[in-house]
């Protein structure tokens, strides 16, 4: 009986030697996998196709644009819809800007530090303006501004090449249609406020 038994054991540590060895190589090639994932050189995440560039161009330059409005509503508006509108621009766009920053930073993606020259006059005419003349003309550019800027992250959204712009395109979208929301309340605010 005592053979069996020692038979019985040297047969059942084959298995555990198998069973040990194979979890150390299933280990092994985890490592692996798990340190080749962390490498930056994922073609999606680190390269931006000329539709990626253009789109950093056009979205830093609404962006700054935004501020630069939300700014002027706040040193010319006259109606606290106004004034809330502009500081909601103001907070929301700044931290669009520094997440957009984020992403491009330590890349050769080049942001705008200026406006377009069209929304630079449409700023010099606001900025002429006083009053209930300014809120309307402010909150009416304002609609139509951010109706022509949804075609800049819907653009991204379908054609960009990495997954982070598209990604920052498609949350920025979301407040641009939120925004204008925003603006046509305010604008029918106005409206009966002038009734």
Known sequence: MRTNNINQTSTNKFP???????????SAFCLVG??????NDDPILTTYN??????????????????KFGQLA?????????????????????SSKTELEGIVNGTDVVLSKEV????????DELGTMSGEDFDLAFIN???????????V???????????????FADKTLDKVKDH???????????LLEGI
């Open 180 to 190: 204008k929301l925003d603006a046509a309340e305010v604008k029918a605010e106005l």
């Open 34 to 39: 798990m340190t080749s994932c962390e490498d």
């Open 141 to 151: 550019y304002q609609i139509e501004l951010l109706e022509n800027s949804k075609s």
């Open 16 to 26: 555990r030697k198998a069973k040990i060895t194979g979890a150390l190589m299933l």
């Open 116 to 123: 377009s020259s069209a929304m630079n006059a449409k700023f």
């Open 74 to 94: 706040l040193d010319k508006g006259e109606d606290d819809s106004v004034l809330e509108y502009g500081t909601m621009l103001l907070s929301e766009n700044s």
């Open 50 to 67: 000329q539709q990626d560039r253009n789109f950093a161009i056009a979205s830093s330059e609404n962006i700054n644009a935004q501020i």
């Open 153 to 167: 992250y819907e653009n991204q959204k379908d054609n960009g090449e990495n997954n982070t712009l598209k990604a």
